[in-house]
């Protein structure tokens, strides 16, 4: 071992306390709490160079692991460390209390505090997120694609798989969303999250919580949960709860997964949203055409011009846009247009839904409904308006929010796989080393131009354009003459009803 343990506590409680995380009353009790972790009964002198506070974490946690106080395995290793940054982390009725004290300030204040604690505290894992490949380029005339190549998520060990595969199945907490994970110990098979904090929130005189996502996928990427675990459902709360959320928050987006399979997100067990402060782009692009809705004649209502089927309502009286808004997801459920394979219903089954997405536009509300479709048939056993076969190479899973506003989120399998297929474009690889489902995409680039200057920016914007694809796919109606005469069919008979 080549430091002195000693030196890391009393470093770490230092740092802590210089960077305003604990107060200095707080440290004879912060280093007796960091000596009771780590089973010592006295402290040598000295002190640590580092001022780090994830560094100093990671020599307790090595510490631990060569006194045998922990196991060398991910989930202990994760739940010391938790344990640790518990230590600096304010008890939930503390930030609670400074976060609104801030907020009465400058909502912004407030939010800022909340991120730099949950990035400080390690519930936001900065360092894995820094290993994620990101580029954007432009598609068509949509403007830039956000592209990320996900290599932030830690891959778990065999021994650690064989464990939590055994593990006693255990309902508390009920999910990973669920408000009870604030402070838990996590086990072989639930995170650890003993310095997870939540926000308490009040939509629309419902209690919510805010938190941050430990693997942020864009800049303040926040999750709004329900207290109850309750299903998502898109419906008139969901458009007054986003719009709340905007209104709180005036600096954030909001929005919401689909509430159906194959165009929903990977949770759809337990109500909430997703938010932050980046501009997605989606979010920039222009309208290509503005209508009338009969019913709601002061809002300002466009066609976006986007691969997905995107329409904007925006309008200064909220209640007044999430109207609107319920109005359109009421209509659309029902809605089928057999030219263009939008059909509503299987038998019972129903297929239609929306991704609805919140912002505020110079003070005024403003309410993204992007149409979703999740029919299937034999040609498109995935989904109709889902990535086809031939783009699923790059993108096979659901075009969830994030992806539908124009991030795309994509497998960490694709870093190796990128290196043969430009091994094989600089002819230094065969074909056959290169994924079998990739060598039609390979075969159609080796054909186009470019040299060892220009290749990875090639490959970027190739990437961008399949995904741009992924996109298109999952748009019910088309951005072409067919396409659009389709969504102005559905407007026309929103309108006559």
Same mark, same amino acid.
């Given at each position: 071992?080549?430091?002195?343990?000693?030196?890391?506590?009393?470093?770490?409680?230092?740092?802590?306390?210089?960077?305003?995380?604990?107060?200095?009353?707080?440290?004879?009790?912060?280093?007796?709490?960091?000596?009771?972790?780590?089973?010592?009964?006295?402290?040598?002198?000295?002190?640590?160079?580092?001022?780090?506070?994830?560094?100093?974490?990671?020599?307790?946690?090595?510490?631990?692991?060569?006194?045998?106080?922990?196991?060398?395995?991910?989930?202990?290793?994760?739940?010391?460390?938790?344990?640790?940054?518990?230590?600096?982390?304010?008890?939930?009725?503390?930030?609670?209390?400074?976060?609104?004290?801030?907020?009465?300030?400058?909502?912004?204040?407030?939010?800022?505090?909340?991120?730099?604690?949950?990035?400080?505290?390690?519930?936001?894992?900065?360092?894995?997120?820094?290993?994620?490949?990101?580029?954007?380029?432009?598609?068509?005339?949509?403007?830039?694609?956000?592209?990320?190549?996900?290599?932030?998520?830690?891959?778990?060990?065999?021994?650690?798989?064989?464990?939590?595969?055994?593990?006693?199945?255990?309902?508390?907490?009920?999910?990973?969303?669920?408000?009870?994970?604030?402070?838990?110990?996590?086990?072989?098979?639930? &995170?650890?999250?003993?310095?997870?904090?939540?926000?308490?929130?009040?939509?629309?005189?419902?209690?919510?919580?805010?938190?941050?996502?430990?693997?942020?996928?864009?800049?303040?990427?926040?999750?709004?949960?329900?207290?109850?675990?309750?299903?998502?459902?898109?419906?008139?709360?969901?458009?007054?709860?986003?719009?709340?959320?905007?209104?709180?928050?005036?600096?954030y987006f909001a929005g919401s997964n689909a509430d159906l399979p194959i165009v929903g997100g990977s949770i759809l067990a337990h109500d909430h949203y997703q938010g932050g402060r980046y501009t997605f782009p989606m979010e920039k692009a222009k309208a290509y055409q503005t209508i009338k809705l009969n019913a709601f004649p002061s809002l300002k209502v466009e066609l976006v011009e986007w691969p997905?089927?995107?329409?904007?309502?925006?309008?200064?009286?909220?209640?007044?846009?999430?109207?609107?808004?319920?109005?359109?997801?009421?209509?659309?459920?029902?809605?089928?247009?057999?030219?263009?394979?939008?059909?509503?219903?299987?038998?019972?089954?129903?297929?239609?839904?929306?991704?609805?997405?919140?912002?505020?536009?110079?003070?005024?509300?403003?309410?993204?409904?992007?149409?979703?479709?999740?029919?299937?048939?034999?040609?498109? &056993?995935?989904?109709?308006?889902?990535?086809?076969?031939?783009?699923?190479?790059?993108?096979?899973?659901?075009?969830?929010?994030?992806?539908?506003?124009?991030?795309?989120?994509?497998?960490?399998?694709?870093?190796?796989?990128?290196?043969?297929?430009?091994?094989?474009?600089?002819?230094?690889?065969?074909?056959?080393?290169?994924?079998?489902?990739?060598?039609?995409?390979?075969?159609?680039?080796?054909?186009?131009?470019?040299?060892?200057?220009?290749?990875?920016?090639?490959?970027?914007?190739?990437?961008?354009?399949?995904?741009?694809?992924?996109?298109?796919?999952?748009?019910?109606?088309?951005?072409?003459?067919?396409?659009?005469?389709?969504?102005?069919?559905?407007?026309?008979?929103?309108?006559?009803?």
């Amino acid at each position: 071992m080549q430091f002195n343990i000693s030196s890391v506590i009393r470093s770490f409680v230092n740092n802590a306390i210089e960077q305003g995380w604990i107060d200095s009353l707080d440290r004879i009790y912060t280093t007796n709490r960091l000596m009771s972790l780590i089973q010592i009964n006295e402290l040598e002198e000295g002190v640590s160079d580092s001022n780090d506070l994830l560094s100093l974490m990671d020599q307790l946690t090595q510490y631990a692991i060569e006194k045998g106080i922990i196991e060398n395995i991910g989930y202990q290793r994760e739940q010391f460390e938790a344990a640790v940054m518990d230590l600096l982390t304010p008890s939930p009725s503390q930030l609670n209390n400074k976060f609104w004290v801030l907020y009465r300030n400058n909502p912004a204040d407030a939010t800022d505090y909340f991120y730099e604690l949950s990035k400080s505290n390690d519930y936001i894992k900065t360092r894995n997120i820094a290993k994620n490949i990101q580029f954007n380029a432009p598609y068509k005339n949509y403007g830039n694609l956000d592209i990320t190549i996900n290599l932030s998520k830690p891959e778990k060990d065999p021994k650690e798989i064989a464990l939590a595969k055994n593990a006693k199945q255990s309902n508390y907490p009920l999910c990973l969303l669920c408000m009870e994970n604030e402070g838990y110990q996590g086990r072989n098979n639930h &995170p650890a999250r003993q310095q997870h904090r939540l926000v308490r929130l009040n939509l629309n005189h419902r209690h919510y919580g805010m938190q941050y996502s430990p693997y942020v996928y864009y800049n303040e990427h926040s999750i709004f949960l329900s207290e109850e675990h309750t299903p998502m459902q898109i419906d008139r709360k969901a458009m007054d709860n986003l719009l709340a959320i905007v209104e709180q928050l005036p600096h954030y987006f909001a929005g919401s997964n689909a509430d159906l399979p194959i165009v929903g997100g990977s949770i759809l067990a337990h109500d909430h949203y997703q938010g932050g402060r980046y501009t997605f782009p989606m979010e920039k692009a222009k309208a290509y055409q503005t209508i009338k809705l009969n019913a709601f004649p002061s809002l300002k209502v466009e066609l976006v011009e986007w691969p997905m089927s995107v329409i904007r309502l925006n309008g200064a009286n909220r209640d007044e846009v999430a109207t609107a808004g319920e109005a359109l997801l009421n209509f659309w459920r029902n809605y089928s247009d057999e030219s263009v394979d939008v059909l509503a219903y299987t038998n019972d089954t129903p297929h239609n839904t929306v991704t609805p997405v919140a912002r505020r536009r110079n003070n005024h509300f403003e309410l993204d409904i992007v149409l979703r479709n999740n029919r299937t048939n034999e040609a498109h &056993p995935d989904g109709i308006f889902h990535p086809h076969q031939d783009v699923q190479h790059i993108k096979k899973e659901n075009i969830g929010l994030i992806e539908v506003m124009g991030l795309a989120i994509l497998p960490p399998r694709l870093v190796n796989e990128i290196d043969s297929i430009k091994a094989y474009l600089l002819n230094q690889a065969d074909l056959n080393q290169v994924a079998e489902y990739h060598q039609t995409w390979a075969k159609e680039l080796k054909n186009k131009e470019y040299d060892e200057t220009t290749i990875d920016r090639f490959i970027e914007q190739a990437i961008t354009n399949k995904f741009g694809r992924v996109l298109e796919d999952a748009g019910v109606f088309k951005q072409d003459e067919s396409g659009r005469q389709a969504m102005l069919r559905f407007i026309d008979a929103f309108n006559q009803q």
